[in-house]
């Protein structure tokens, strides 16, 4: 506690809390003398996630919207999170996440960008929460790179994560070269960068992904689930919705152009 009070007086304000929080991670690695103190959680809920996936695949409908009931599902895997103080619970999520409505759903702008995107750039986030993001990959009609991090953090997915859930026999897979639990471009290694500027389009996992890529404009879509009124506060802003926690989210970065393809400013200028 002393060592984090004393950390908190190094908060930058100006940066996401992702990239704030990446220092403090590392603090209690070291105080803890293990790397990747969240290991075991992250076994156990790739396990889960494991597990669950026969049943996910039953909640697929043979016919029908199969990309709206994928998109369903991954956003009800983001619920597992060792990082957000949230009284989210999973089985519940599972339970009413093909029927409830999205609070903000652009679920058609996804749709027909996938319709015209040769490539996907897939954003990762939480371990077995990527097992929920293979059903997704497979309703996907271009080929995918599905991004991990690169040093543990939280409970945020690593390769060996995601091999663990066999989503390398749905997608290349690769680092992002961040520290922190989100995507930080600044932070992240020059291959990186340039793969994410190429791609005409980008699937951005979690919250950690929207709060340090909300201000930057890309041809992103953000599948979340609201899960801090911090990140409620900031979408109702983006939006002029009113959403609440345990809220599902689909939305279209409001800083890209998406019928011309280009970057917008703060104020919805090309």
């Known amino acids: 506690m002393a060592a984090v009070e004393a950390w908190l007086a190094q908060v930058q304000p100006q940066l996401s809390p992702p990239e704030n929080a990446a220092s403090l991670y590392r603090l209690l690695a070291a105080i803890l003398h293990d790397p990747d103190p969240f290991r075991t959680m992250k076994k156990a809920a790739n396990r889960l996630a494991l597990d669950l996936l026969p049943r996910l695949q039953r909640m697929m409908p043979v016919q029908g919207d199969r990309l709206a009931a994928a998109v369903r599902l991954a956003i009800a895997g983001n619920v597992i999170d060792c990082g957000a103080p949230h009284s989210l619970k ?131 879509v953000f599948l979340f689930t609201v899960k801090c009124p911090v990140v409620a506060e900031h979408l109702g802003q983006l939006t002029g919705l009113a959403p609440e926690e345990g809220d599902m989210v689909v939305l279209a970065h409001p800083r890209w152009d998406w019928d011309q393809g280009q970057a917008l400013d703060k104020t919805g200028a090309a």
């Open 90 to 220: 999973l089985d519940r999520v599972l339970a009413s996440c093909l029927a409830r409505p999205l609070a903000v759903d652009h679920l058609e702008r996804l749709r027909h960008g996938l319709t015209t995107a040769d490539r996907v750039l897939f954003l990762g986030d939480n371990a077995g929460e990527v097992a929920f993001d293979r059903l997704l990959l497979e309703e996907l009609p271009a080929p995918s790179t599905y991004v991990v991090r690169s040093v543990p953090v939280i409970n945020d997915a690593l390769k060996e994560d995601a091999l663990a859930c066999g989503l390398h026999r749905r997608a290349a897979l690769t680092t992002s070269g961040c520290d922190c639990p989100g995507t930080v471009l600044a932070r992240c290694r020059p291959a990186f960068r340039q793969i994410f500027a190429q791609a005409p389009l980008v699937i951005s996992k979690g919250q950690g992904n929207f709060e340090t890529l909300s201000d930057v404009p890309a041809p992103v």
